[in-house]
């Protein structure tokens, strides 16, 4: 007899170490030595990763630094990352550093 779950099949499996919190950021992936920027929405962020919106669907590459703006303090903070999974314009991240 198979395993039963209460979950439905559709169901995303949480597998997250911290919480992530619903945020509408700026932020902006940065690669090549900082040489080349593309501009992302930080729709989800916790202390160990974030959950990135794209403004067109590209291939992110499996490390890259995304730069948090934060314009109410005028400081950035910028994190090393590496994707966790890509769904057209959608990319989870989890912070290296």
């Known amino acids: 007899m198979a ?18 919190q619903r945020t509408l950021k700026a932020g902006r992936i940065e690669v090549n030595g900082h040489a080349s920027t593309f501009d992302v929405t930080i729709r989800d ?18 490390q890259f630094d995304l730069l948090v703006l934060n314009p109410n303090s005028g400081k950035s903070d910028r994190h ?13 991240v989890r912070f290296i550093d």
């Open 80 to 92: 090393a990352c590496r994707k966790a999974w890509q769904r057209g314009e959608q990319v989870g």
């Open 3 to 20: 395993p039963t779950s209460d979950l439905p099949e559709n169901a995303i499996v949480n597998n997250r170490v911290s919480s992530r």
């Open 45 to 62: 962020m916790s202390d160990t990763g974030a959950r990135l919106l794209l403004k067109a669907v590209w291939s992110v590459p499996e």
